[in-house]
């Protein structure tokens, strides 16, 4: 299947089908009714049990269950145990169970920190090799919605899972049109604008309709495994959107950093004006970046300090695509590469030792060789207004964060919020004084 932009729209006033994201909210299930299922299933997997007839989507579905019920910091010594003997026995069968065993497993594994965290391995396959559905941000489209089907279904459940509950109705809607405005560029105006009207008002009273008008996955393999691609650590209801938000902040650096390098290989080939316009989409998309944060900002303080006491070694800091993202604008000087934030993404550093072009050294070439080519000065100005919505990004991440840690240490093992401010005039294209007079 090729990737595509597209995600699949559902008509409004049509039946929605039984099952899957988009139509209806999941079952509930009791903690009685999970804990005795996924005993029975882990069982029918563990060997010498014959792998054939198992679904894996089935076991993950499961699993996920129990961890929404118990949080994946408290799942049973015991139950870990038979799920890497599962792993173990059935390892290389399906790449999409070893990638969600992986997440699982990783505290298990002593291997926990922000990739397993979020997901992203699994995440990861819905966008790379040649039969993935998607691009990164199509992706962030189904991460949004889903994160809007999310908060929808569980303010109609009966019984929260967790004693701190859910967001009151005002914050729920100012949730959702954060989200839903982070769907709009990928939905268009009308689309969104109407999807905005469905959460603004009651989203409950109109719940099916809503949900009519959530993007789906173009793949149904997609769509099933996204639903178990979020793995708590605790039962607090934010820790879920909060997951899904850093999913959607890292898709959306991954798909800003392809584009850079795009815009790179433009610069190279004697295209600034192609150039510029990449650069101009990585503007847009750093922009929306920003409504991300907002949404975060909606999380309560005490849910995030409840689930933040067992995420300990799963850090933001170790994001990957945003440092690979900001390495591919230029390579940062030394004082930069030698701060926690590279220290803990080694994929990233060895990327820089391999000598890939960045966006700023073909700059300088071209700007030797063509100093009056005018594409370039199309180019300065595209670059200039990405480094002013960067500069914007980094106020409000520091704003948000100043508001959940106080000065509370970072879960990345730095001073937290005094981090942060350290950097925040930091620039991307720092090795690039011709922008200054154009900030």
């Excluded at 594409?375 to 960067?390: D, K, N, Q, Y």
């Amino acid at each position: 299947m090729a990737r595509t932009d597209t995600i699949v729209a559902r008509t409004p006033g049509t039946p929605l089908p039984e099952t899957g994201p988009g139509a209806r909210c999941s079952a509930e299930l009791t903690r009685a009714d999970v804990a005795a299922m996924v005993r029975d299933e882990v069982q029918r997997w563990l060997p010498p049990a014959e792998g054939a007839g198992r679904d894996p989507l089935g076991l993950a579905r499961i699993v996920t269950q129990e961890v929404r019920w118990v949080g994946s910091h408290s799942l049973d010594r015991s139950l870990l145990a038979d799920l890497a003997a599962v792993r173990h026995a059935r390892r290389g069968q399906d790449a999409r169970l070893d990638a969600f065993l992986d997440c699982v497993l990783a505290r298990y594994d002593d291997r926990y920190w922000n990739r397993p965290y979020l997901c992203l391995p699994l995440l990861e396959q819905f966008v790379e090799g040649p039969r993935a559905p998607l691009t990164h941000t199509g992706l962030v489209a189904l991460l949004a919605a889903d994160l809007v089907r999310f908060e929808l279904c569980a303010s109609r459940r009966a019984t929260p899972v967790s004693a701190l509950g859910r967001p009151d109705g005002r914050t729920l809607r100012t949730r959702l049109r954060h989200a839903v405005r982070l769907l709009t560029a990928d939905l268009g105006e009308d689309l969104g604008a109407v999807l905005l009207g469905g959460v603004s008002a009651d989203p409950l009273a109109g719940l099916p309709e809503v949900l009519a008008r959530l993007p789906i996955a173009p793949a149904p393999w997609a769509a099933e495994w996204l639903e178990v691609s979020v793995l708590p650590t605790s039962t607090v209801h934010d820790e879920t959107f909060f997951i899904r938000a850093l999913q959607t902040h890292e898709m959306l650096y991954a798909a800003a950093a392809r584009l850079v390098g795009d815009a790179t290989a433009c610069l190279q080939a004697g295209r600034p004006d192609l150039a510029a316009g990449l650069v101009d989409r990585v503007t847009a998309m750093v922009d929306r970046g920003q409504s991300l944060f907002r949404m975060v900002a909606t999380m309560r303080y005490e849910a995030f300090h409840t689930f933040r006491e067992s995420t300990d070694g799963a850090s933001a800091i170790q994001s990957e695509q945003y440092k690979r993202f900001e390495v591919r604008c230029g390579t940062p000087p030394p004082d930069r590469l030698e701060c926690p934030a590279f220290e803990q993404v080694p994929s990233v550093s060895a990327e820089l030792a391999d000598g890939r072009e960045s966006l700023t050294g073909a700059w300088r070439v071209a700007r030797l060789r063509r100093p009056h080519d005018p594409g370039l000065a199309r180019l300065a100005t595209a670059m200039a207004a990405l480094e002013a919505s960067h500069r914007r990004w980094k106020g409000t991440h520091v704003t948000v964060a100043t508001r959940m840690l106080g000065e509370a240490r970072g879960s990345g093992h730095t001073s937290g919020v005094a981090y942060l401010r350290a950097w925040v005039d930091h620039r991307l294209f720092w090795a690039v004084p011709e922008l200054d007079a154009q900030q």
